[in-house]
């Protein structure tokens, strides 16, 4: 059983910065495409940020929302995928959930349980 764990939400002031991680296991981290979601009250759940394999360079995809306030970053060795949010703004309140789509005998997306992320001052 695919198993991915969000970490590092809370309650940050507008233009503060948290980190998210998210641990991940029971699959081989290394070669897959990781992405962090987020949902809002009321809203569908949305793309924030992608990263590929380190066999295409680690690619990174944003959504224009959070580009150039947030970074995603992976490290292989700890099965781990981040989002370090900076500048972060009321809008960006959300749960913010940990992303996998397996291939294969196991292919399906796979979530994490959610991290909560609220920004208010």
């Known amino acids: 059983q695919v198993q991915l764990v969000e970490s590092g939400g809370g309650l940050v002031q507008p233009g503060g910065s948290l980190r998210l991680s998210c641990a991940a296991s029971?699959?081989?981290?290394?070669?897959?495409?990781m992405s962090w979601y987020r949902q809002a009250p009321g809203k569908e759940r949305e793309l924030v940020a992608g990263i590929g394999s380190a066999s295409v360079g680690g690619r990174t995809n944003y959504a224009d929302s959070v580009k150039g306030r947030f970074t995603i970053s992976r490290d292989d060795g700890k099965n781990t995928v981040y989002l370090q949010m900076n500048s972060l703004k009321p809008e960006d309140t959300a749960v913010y959930y940990c992303?996998?789509?397996?291939?294969?005998?196991?292919?399906?997306?796979?979530w994490g349980q959610g991290t909560q992320v609220t920004v208010s001052s």
């Open positions: 029971r699959f081989i981290f290394s070669t897959y495409v």
């Open positions: 992303n996998v789509r397996l291939v294969g005998v196991y292919n399906g997306d796979y």
